[in-house]
């Protein structure tokens, strides 16, 4: 069974920096990309940043690129995520999940089959 | 890119069914997966390629597609049904960004 396990979260002032991970057991973990997705107070879900599974291609959301960096250790079987400049819109419940795809002659598609149960982060003075 | 849309919210009694619809002018290129989130706890994948479950969903559980229009549809509702559920796919163009749907509440009257 897969397990996702975030750690990281806290208080934050705006503009500061934050580094969150992602313990993960069950997988063979270097064969999947894995995906960090937020969550705002009282919100939807939102997709943030996704990295291959030998961490040689990401991908982010306009609202964190050049802000967020993932990246991941495949030996230590952890996802990461760099977060600086830290906005008070940055607070949210952050996911990271494990991520299936495949291509059709027409398109490709990503989707999550496991989840952690998250970390709270909260960017406040 | 494109949205999805959900309806913020749907209410049915006990044994009746639910049916959640999210529409996207691209769904009909494009394959869509559910998720359904109780309070406090992580999403957790409910429908995946429209239409199939995971193991160990309910088979109560099934999606279907119909031009721009996808819809989670819910059999025989239960109390613990009660969740958010939220719909997922991808640009048109490129894998990423992942898109959600706004998500809708379903209440169980």
């Known amino acids: 069974e897969v397990h996702l396990l975030e750690s990281g979260g806290g208080l934050v002032q705006p503009g500061g920096s934050l580094r969150l991970s992602c313990a993960a057991s069950g997988l063979t973990f270097s064969t999947y990309a894995m995906t960090w997705v937020r969550q705002g107070p009282g919100k939807g879900l939102e997709w943030v940043s996704t990295?291959?599974?030998?961490?040689?291609?990401?991908y982010y959301a306009d609202s964190v690129k050049g802000r967020f960096t993932i990246s991941r250790n495949n030996s230590k079987k952890t996802l990461l995520l760099q977060m600086n400049s830290l906005r008070a819109e940055d607070t949210a419940v952050y996911y990271c999940?494990?991520?299936?795809?495949?291509?059709?002659?027409?398109?490709?598609?990503?989707?999550?089959?496991?989840w952690g149960q998250g970390t709270l982060v909260t960017v406040s003075s | 890119s494109y949205e999805l849309t959900q309806p913020p919210s749907v209410s049915v009694s006990p044994g009746q069914t639910a049916r959640i619809t999210c529409s996207g002018d691209?769904?009909?290129?494009?394959?869509a997966f559910w998720y359904q989130q109780k309070p406090g706890q992580a999403p957790v994948l409910v429908i995946y390629?429209?239409?199939e479950r995971p193991s160990g969903i309910p088979e109560r559980f099934s999606g279907s597609s119909s031009g721009t229009t996808v819809t989670l549809t819910i059999s025989g509702v239960q109390a613990g049904d009660e969740a958010d559920y939220y719909c997922q796919s991808t640009d048109t163009i490129d894998p990423y960004p992942v898109l959600f749907g706004g998500g809708t509440k379903l209440t169980v009257l």
């Open positions: 999940a494990k991520e299936l795809g495949y291509c059709t002659s027409i398109s490709c598609f990503r989707y999550f089959d496991s």
């Open positions: 390629k429209d239409s």
């Open positions: 691209a769904l009909p290129n494009q394959h």
């Open positions: 990295i291959s599974g030998r961490g040689g291609s990401t």
